[in-house]
């Protein structure tokens, strides 16, 4: 006989039975995939741009710095057109100024030049004070002088005297003052000018700070952020020979001054005009000194200094200074008292003019 064979009946519900709940399922998983998928891709987007994100900064960095420095060279060369045109002409220029901001930086820099005009008299100008200065003149021929500056002119005449003498006067050197000093027969046998020159500031955000260049009398200086003042372009200053065996020294100030606000945007025009070339010194020069202050930063000046005083170090140090021509310390080594013109015994011509420009909207 065969067994009675008894069905079991499996109590959990067969899912291929049930349709609706395997759609269920499939879409709950469809979902999850999805959500983990874009939180994979906003991982991995997030991961690229902390990694990139240092180099996209310093690519915005680099071009706004490459921006900045296009922007002082086309205001020199526009400066330097400008600066050699009659006086009341000048050039227009457009620049755009985005990310930059420029700036008048006033009375920035003090240039002060002296030569006597014959090789009979030694002649030395002290300013005292505000309103006088004192004349000594070792051979006795100094007779009279006149101060002239940006307000007008002052003749003074006095008795010869083998002691230092006193001029009162009413000039005001706030910006230049040039000193002329005269013999019996009016002929001009010493010179003495000061002169406050003023420039300009280009500021540049970068992602660190800012970025700044300082364009003052043809010489360029340059900060980055939390790092000190640099200068990478020293004043127009050059000693040239001469076919003879004489020497020129050639001195060009250039005096930048910004009338108002020159504002942002991406195309700011501004006029560069001329306020009219002034000639200082031109002519045979004898005991030549000159003394140069940044007011900037106290880093420039020391840089100013040991650059021109760097081949007379080197030949000092070498002991051929019997044979060195160039700029030379008038008294202390440091330059403290200010520099002269080492020729030895050549005849020296001193050359210098100011290019006085304004910039305005």
Known sequence: MMPKVVRYVNAQPNSVWRPSLQRDKRAVSEVLGVVMMLAMVITIMGGVWVFLNPYITDFEDNTN???????????????????GAPEGTGIRHTLALQSTMIQSIEKVETWTISADLTPYETITVRDLNSSTIGILAMNETARSVTIETQFGIENFSFETSHEEVLISHNSNQQHWMLVTVYDSDGNPIHRSVTYLLSGIQITTSLGQGEHQIGLMNNARVERFPNEPWVVSQFPSIEIDPLVNGEFRLSLVLSDVTINGSLGSGNKIGMNMMSLGPMTL?????????FTVVNALNDLITPQYHDRML??????????????????APFMRASGADGFTVETQGAQLYLEVDVKRVEVSR
């Open 65 to 83: 710095w490459n921006s900045a420095n296009g922007i002082a060279d086309r205001f020199e060369d526009r400066i330097d057109v400008a600066g």
């Open 310 to 327: 760097d081949e007379y170090n080197l030949n000092r140090a070498s002991g051929t200074l019997d044979s060195y021509v160039g700029y």
């Open 281 to 289: 010194f031109t002519g045979e020069a004898y005991n030549v000194k």
